[in-house]
């Protein structure tokens, strides 16, 4: 690969030589992130042009998280939905937006892959222009498996085989993976293409910055809090900005840890696990870092039970997510 790396590589040259490396592969990853990449493309453009097309703003409507949706959620939710809808291997869409999934075909029509994501994170910083972003996990659907796209999705045989993530920051930034290492494009908009930055990304082993929202410190469990004041006793430095996507990048390019603990308020923490944590989880560990749910709970090894469900999140460089956890084993 290394000689092809010398030139302009792009996103979707990138996967097809990757998968031309598997001599069973079907080229459906191509074809679905080829999807994802032409709908960021035009949600980018969205984000950048809200201001002055007015699509900032509330759309004075909750999701089915309760929470109210922007604008450009709802654009975003469609934009994707419109891309991804033409491909032909997608079962089933799960969406942040959406209650139920968008049914597209069965597993006998050729649905073998659902598609979970949240289709604009952050969304409530995009008035004051802070990194937002799309998060996106590809399922492979069991073979064989029954019953509705939810037991479909949920089956213990239907596994994450691809996650990634779109950054629509001061460049529009696509990080992924399909479990072969984690691999950076940047948007070139003199040739609308992603193109590749950096191959087999590495998460730094160590860095003393933690990112958490401090302010509900109190409502934390004890083995966070006294994680912070340990944090705060070895030079630590914070860094949040209140959006996963811009958070867990930054995570991923200095090292360090994100945290979303459960707090009194909400015990099963606020992030969603199947369409932020799981593919976010992805990419830390093939980047070589660690994501965990609790003490000794590796988070992809806990068995989602709901498509919405939430769950806490401690992810980063290795050695920094061993440092939390050693406060929650204590607890
Ligand atoms: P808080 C954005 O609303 C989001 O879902 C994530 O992107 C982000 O990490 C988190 O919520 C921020 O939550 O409670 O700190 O504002």
């Not at 952050?122 to 937002?132: A, F, H, I, P, T």
């Not at 509705?148 to 085989?161: F, G, K, T």
């Not at 410190?217 to 912070?228: E, N, S, V």
């Not at 308020?265 to 870092?289: C, H």
Request: proline content about 4%; charged content about 25%; overall charge negative.
């Amino acid at each position: 690969m290394s000689k092809i790396q010398q030139n302009l590589m792009s996103l979707q040259s990138y996967v097809l030589a990757e998968e031309r490396e598997y001599p069973g592969a079907t080229g459906d990853f191509s074809w679905i992130l080829s999807a994802i990449s032409l709908a960021s493309k035009s949600i980018g453009n969205k984000v950048r042009r809200a201001r002055i097309e007015d699509v900032l703003g509330d759309m004075g409507d909750t999701n089915v998280q309760g929470e109210q949706q922007q604008k450009l959620d709802v654009l975003s939710n469609e934009i994707i939905k419109a891309c991804l809808g033409s491909r032909a291997n997608i079962g089933a869409l799960v969406s942040e937006e959406d209650e139920t999934p968008t049914v597209l075909r069965s597993h006998q029509d050729g649905g073998r892959y659902a598609v979970l994501f949240d289709p604009l994170d952050g969304s409530s910083n995009l008035d004051v222009s802070v990194g937002v972003g799309t998060i996106f996990s590809i399922v492979r659907l069991g073979d064989g498996v029954k019953g509705s796209p939810e037991d479909m999705i949920l089956n213990p045989a239907s596994r994450q085989v691809a996650a990634g993530y779109v950054l629509y920051g001061s460049s529009s930034v696509f990080v992924v993976t399909t479990g072969n290492g984690v691999h950076m494009f940047v948007l070139d908009n003199s040739i609308g293409s992603f193109v590749l930055v950096k191959e087999n990304l590495r998460i730094p082993e160590t860095n003393k910055i933690y990112s958490i929202n401090e302010a509900y410190a109190d409502r934390f469990p004890g083995g966070y809090r006294d994680y912070l004041k340990w944090a705060h006793d070895n030079g630590y430095t914070s860094r949040y900005i209140g959006s996963m996507v811009a958070d867990v990048h930054r995570t991923l390019i200095k090292g360090g840890v994100f945290i979303y603990p459960q707090t009194t308020d909400r015990p099963e923490g606020k992030l969603r696990y199947l369409y932020e944590a799981m593919p976010m989880s992805m990419l830390i560990e093939q980047a070589g870092g660690r994501s965990i749910a609790a003490a000794d709970t590796r988070l992809l090894d806990v068995k989602p039970k709901s498509l919405h469900e939430r769950i806490p999140v401690v992810m980063g460089s290795s050695e920094e997510v061993q440092n939390v956890e050693r406060f929650l084993s204590e607890d």
